[in-house]
């Protein structure tokens, strides 16, 4: 099993946490689970950041059985479609943003 992690990093305006959490769970998280090949969508808000770290108020984890199975989901038509909505995600609700991602091993 491999995950690749999607890290939002940067702050979130200010009043707008709310309304960016009821975005993510209303339009993007219902596409980040409809990935090819996906096993496990799991979504993390930030409670608490570390005080010498950056704000990462938001966490998506796809967990793949393997790279082909990766590879599916970074192709599918919901993938692109939830990109696409990125831009006006980060303006509505992101002083600044920067997206990272990982892949990850899962030790079982």
Partial sequence: MIVRQAMFV???KAGQWDTMRAYAEATLIPLWKQFD????????????NDPNGPEIPLTLAITYADET???RGLASDARYASRDLLPAFYDAYFDDVKLLHYVLDVVQ
Avoid: I, P, Q, Y
Avoid at 37 to 48: C, D, I, L, S, T
């Fill in 10 to 12: 940067g702050t979130v």
């Fill in 37 to 48: 090949g996906a096993h496990e969508v799991r979504v993390f808000f930030a409670k608490e």
């Fill in 69 to 71: 199975g990766m590879a």
